[in-house]
């Protein structure tokens, strides 16, 4: 019941702020409210699953000086559906809610209010930082997001907060609970310091070092991954025929035993190019040693998995592909795909939208996986989702 009313007042108070304040230009609220619909099937002619998601957003914003910023995000979820009454164990509860209630961050900012067979209501604050810009000098403390990685799919220089491509829904991805500190040097070149608390303590810690040469932006930091690996990593963005070519790579060997020759590689590259006629081609390959040579996997742990740079993929090899189209300025469809060596494993992701106004979208996204390993243990199936989303 505390829970409860903190949110209740919580909710009042962003709303009441925003526009109370809207005269003085201090106080800003934004978000989303969002309805998405998940079909889900081994096969099309076996049986079907419907669940469903009503998915709510409010960014808030604070800026009492010129130089200080002050952010506040909270996402509120209702889950209900028959994936949701599977994963319901007597004596054990819904393993379902369990699952969303997850807490990788040093402070426990989720809480489920109500979780019965059916359905449950989550909450989550995954924004709650200061940010101080003053001169060259920019210190960032709170949970927010530490983004270090240059491609678009595997990011093995993102060492703060690692995300799933799979997770289309969350477009702001996951923070950190972590301080960070930039010095810019020049208009390309910086200073970047952070350091991480897990919800377990370890420590993530490292430095980086951005400049521009060639007319490419590259990138160099090390430190400590997670209190158990030393890490240091490159990274790079620039053009090559007309398009945009990008890489990092990053290498974890053991903290406590510096002679192991346990290190682990990760590493990718990708490229894009935008046609005259807005149609844009994205490509990219992965090599991660951390994956063992031969393994089977569950299409489960492509959406449940804690994902870190370290670990990004089940398999070491992996490439990726997409192509998108404007129709028309309201239309945009899109094809993506992956392959992987290992298990014959493809993925398959066709997708369409529609800008129905400014503020109103609707899309449908199609996520369908083909494997050697059989359905029955997780290695085929087919997501399809339908969404609305509606921005304030």
């Excluded at 995300?163 to 923070?175: C, Q």
């Excluded at 490159?234 to 790579?249: H, K, Q, Y």
């Excluded at 974890?252 to 290190?263: A, C, E, I, R």
Aim: charged share 15%; hydrophobic share 40%; aromatic share 20%.
């Amino acid at each position: 019941m505390k829970n409860i009313i903190i949110f209740i007042l919580l909710t009042i108070g962003l709303y009441v702020s925003a526009f109370s304040q809207k005269s003085q230009q201090k106080f800003e609220l934004n978000g989303y409210l969002k309805y998405m619909q998940t079909t889900s099937f081994n096969d099309i002619s076996s049986y079907w699953m419907t669940d469903n998601l009503v998915h709510n957003r409010f960014d808030f914003s604070y800026y009492p000086m010129e130089w200080l910023d002050i952010k506040l995000s909270v996402r509120n979820r209702f889950f209900f559906g028959q994936q949701v009454s599977m994963m319901y164990l007597p004596g054990f509860g819904n393993q379902y809610a369990k699952m969303i209630d997850r807490n990788f961050g040093l402070f426990d900012f989720s809480w489920n209010y109500f979780v019965n067979k059916s359905c449950f209501f989550n909450t989550a604050i995954d924004r709650a930082f200061i940010d101080i810009q003053k001169g060259k000098w920019n210190i960032t403390a709170g949970r927010h997001r530490i983004n270090w990685g240059q491609t678009f799919v595997w990011n093995s220089n993102d060492i703060f907060n690692a995300y799933s491509y799979f997770d289309f829904d969350y477009e702001e991805k996951p923070g950190s609970d972590a301080i960070r500190v930039q010095y810019n040097l020049d208009y390309a070149s910086r200073i970047d310091l952070a350091a991480s608390v897990n919800n377990d303590t370890s420590i993530t810690a490292a430095g980086l070092f951005a400049f521009n040469k060639f007319n490419y932006d590259f990138q160099i930091m090390g430190g400590v991954f997670r209190s158990d690996d030393y890490v240091g990593g490159i990274g790079f963005t620039g053009n090559l025929f007309n398009g945009s070519f990008r890489g990092e790579a990053s290498y974890f060997h053991p903290l406590k035993n510096p002679g192991d020759t346990s290190g682990i590689m990760s590493a990718s590259v990708g490229y894009d190019y935008v046609f005259k006629n807005a149609m844009m081609v994205q490509c990219e390959f992965l090599f991660n040693t951390s994956a063992p040579k031969s393994s089977d996997f569950s299409l489960t742990d492509l959406y449940a998995m804690q994902l870190s740079a370290k670990n990004l993929w089940f398999s070491r090899f992996a490439m990726f592909a997409s192509l998108s189209y404007p129709v028309s300025p309201i239309i945009n469809i899109a094809l993506s795909g992956m392959y992987s060596p290992q298990n014959n494993f493809i993925f398959a992701g066709p997708s369409m939208s529609f800008s129905m106004s400014d503020n109103f979208l609707i899309d449908i996204n199609v996520q369908t996986f083909f494997s050697n390993i059989p359905a029955n243990d997780g290695g085929k199936g087919t997501y399809a989702f339908l969404r609305g989303r509606w921005s304030f």
